[in-house]
């Protein structure tokens, strides 16, 4: 992929133009912040929201708009808290890990003058009601990119709270930005990235939502206007180098830092990056501003194990630090350190001189913190290895008797029939905090809906809806039309649905008009209308599924809207959808 990179920029280039999107290629941050100042002005813009990205972190964009007389909006919950404070992200999925309930509580009270108990999900609720007006009151609506599909020209956005979403269809203009390194050839390359990122990034097996926008947002009274930044910024330069190339495979998931002891003890600000870690060591030289950090890793070797991406992260640390200067002393105390150890003799008696001295021990106190030597010696104690718990036994090793399953040390175990898709996909979503129904026809599934939904009730169209709004109207519910709720608000949005995942428990909908994307984001319970021939896709089917959908933007749902950035506690309906019901019919 990195290899043919400009084959492939160049495809999606021109397919998000035949679609009447604008792209402009930016050679650096400034480039890139120029540019978009340049969109906000031409198209009179004052008030910005922002969903989260590491891109826009990267290029200062937030500070700069803000100099230029905009106001701009962090939506995402920890990037709100984060600006409150006047601070810098603390991690790449978890920018507010640093701040505690307390702190955030002064920081409502010191900013938005409401006084809040410290606890998270009365928090989340509060920043959620400031941030509700906010949407509609912007001009500019900015977000990052997961992954953009070269050959189909199609972006692809990963979130969880559905402020992206709302950052994306209900300001006038959208504009997206994305590293070169996001692009990949097409929407079936997607399978492992979508599988590996959540996974690896928030412990779910899919965030809340994932969104493919493919099309301008139609149906609106004034049609949106869409721009696509591509930030070169070095991704180039990494391109082009023959060892560290890899580090533009990375999927941004964070979890290097989360098992990393350097990130661990001192959190991101001690890098002073917007990409800390092991794979911030990587881009450092290459993403401008350039800079050294190679001294930042223990090489305990940790993120080569984890990292989804499979990028040789130890490895290609250690050919950062062959190239970096600041190393040459360590180098050559390491050469000497390895001529001492490799004759036990002289490491010895140099060890028992090093004792005698107490003038030694109190440089090597000052100057290697940590690292000087024990006050005596563990040579001759005895010492011995134990096998532990985890060392296989000479049985184990034997393998299984006759009639007993591998691994499991007992007799014959009872088959174990299959699930079906609906059972599968009700126990996902049920995971995700979404409820699954199951009816015969469209008459009881419309009095489930009476049941569930409220007023004011908006339907989607689509394939064999009429029925549905036969049935509907036939329980006294009043269905609208999402152009019926110009301005307003709706409480529960019926949309019929795509198909099913059923191992990942994703719901697929489409939205066909800029109102009905309007409606469904900011509904307070949205039922899908599914299929019970469609439940059971696999994730490659799903994605030709959307390939071919003709309506401009294509979401998959999981759950309810959601977020985690307070402590880590997880509170459901963060700004998005609060509640979702999947009614399976047929």
Same mark, same amino acid.
């Given at each position: ?63 700069h708009l803000e100099q230029a007389g905009l106001q701009v909006t962090e939506t995402d919950l920890g990037e709100f808290l984060v600006q409150l404070a006047g601070d810098r992200p603390a991690h ?149 180098? !023959? ?6 495979? #990375?999927?941004? @998931? %964070?979890? +290097?830092?989360? /098992? $990393? &002891? ?26 401008? !501003? ?6 930042? #890793?223990?090489? @305990? %070797?940790? +993120?080569?194990? /984890? $990292? &989804? ?278």
């Amino acid at each position: 992929m990195v290899r043919h990179l400009e084959d492939y920029v160049a495809l999606l280039v021109r397919g998000v133009r035949q679609w009447g999107g604008t792209v402009f290629r930016a050679r650096d941050a400034g480039q890139a912040r120029e540019y978009i100042l340049e969109v906000a002005r031409r198209q009179g813009v004052r008030a910005v929201v922002n969903s989260k990205s590491m891109t826009t972190e990267e290029i200062g964009l937030r500070p700069h708009l803000e100099q230029a007389g905009l106001q701009v909006t962090e939506t995402d919950l920890g990037e709100f808290l984060v600006q409150l404070a006047g601070d810098r992200p603390a991690h790449i999925t978890a920018p507010a890990m640093h701040l505690d309930r307390h702190r955030i509580a002064a920081l409502f009270k010191q900013h938005l003058g409401v006084d809040c108990p410290p606890d998270p999900l009365i928090l989340t609720r509060q920043a959620s009601q400031h941030l509700r007006p906010r949407y509609l009151e912007a001009d500019l609506g900015i977000t990052g990119v997961n992954f953009a599909a070269a050959k189909e020209a199609t972006l692809v956005m990963l979130e969880n709270e559905g402020n992206l979403l709302q950052c994306a269809t209900l300001p006038r203009v959208h504009l997206a930005v994305m590293g070169l390194e996001k692009i990949v050839p097409a929407l079936a390359d997607l399978e492992a990235c979508l599988q590996l990122l959540p996974a690896s990034a928030t412990g779910q097996r899919l965030t809340a939502l994932v969104h493919f926008l493919k099309g301008l947002k139609p149906g609106t009274a004034e049609p949106q206007a869409f721009y696509l930044v591509l930030l070169d910024n070095g991704r180039s330069r990494l391109a082009a180098d !023959p060892e560290l190339w890899e580090g533009l495979s #990375c999927l941004r @998931c %964070g979890a +290097c830092l989360n /098992i $990393c &002891p350097v990130f661990q003890a001192g959190g991101a600000h001690l890098y002073g990056r917007t990409y800390p870690g092991a794979i911030g060591i990587l881009l450092a030289p290459f993403l401008a !501003p350039t800079g050294d950090i190679a001294d930042f #890793c223990t090489q @305990c %070797g940790v +993120c080569g194990e /984890i $990292c &989804p991406a499979g990028i040789r992260l130890p490895e290609l640390i250690l050919a950062a630090r062959r190239a970096s200067p600041r190393f040459r002393r360590w180098r050559l105390w390491s050469r000497a350190g390895g001529l001492v150890l490799s004759h036990p003799q002289l490491y010895r008696g140099l060890v028992r001189q090093a004792r005698q001295r107490e003038g030694l021990r109190s440089i090597m106190d000052r100057r290697l913190p940590g690292f000087s030597l024990a006050r005596e010696s563990f040579h001759g104690r005895g010492f011995s290895v134990r096998a532990g718990a985890g060392w296989p036994t000479e049985a184990a090793k034997a393998g299984p008797r006759p009639g007993e399953q591998p691994g499991t040390g007992f007799g014959p175990q009872p088959v174990v029939r299959a699930a079906s898709p609906i059972d599968t996909l009700e126990e996902r979503l049920k995971e995700a905090g979404s409820v699954l129904h199951r009816v015969a026809t469209p008459a009881a599934g419309a009095h489930l809906v009476a049941q569930v939904g409220g007023q004011p009730l908006v339907v989607g169209e689509g394939p064999g809806m009429a029925s549905w709004w036969t049935e509907l109207a036939a329980q006294g519910l009043n269905p609208r039309r999402p152009a019926d709720l110009a301005g307003a608000e709706a409480d529960t949005v019926v949309l019929p649905a795509l198909g099913a995942v059923a191992e990942m428990g994703a719901v697929l909908a489409s939205h066909t008009s800029g109102d009905l994307a309007r409606l469904a984001c900011r509904a307070r319970r949205v039922v899908f209308l599914l299929d019970r021939q469609q439940a059971g896709l696999s994730l490659a089917q799903a994605l030709e599924i959307t390939r071919r959908e003709s309506a401009p933007l294509v979401s998959w749902h999981t759950g309810p809207s959601r977020t985690a950035d307070i402590e880590k506690e997880l509170v459901l309906g963060a700004q998005g959808t609060g509640q979702v019901e999947i009614v399976v019919w047929g």
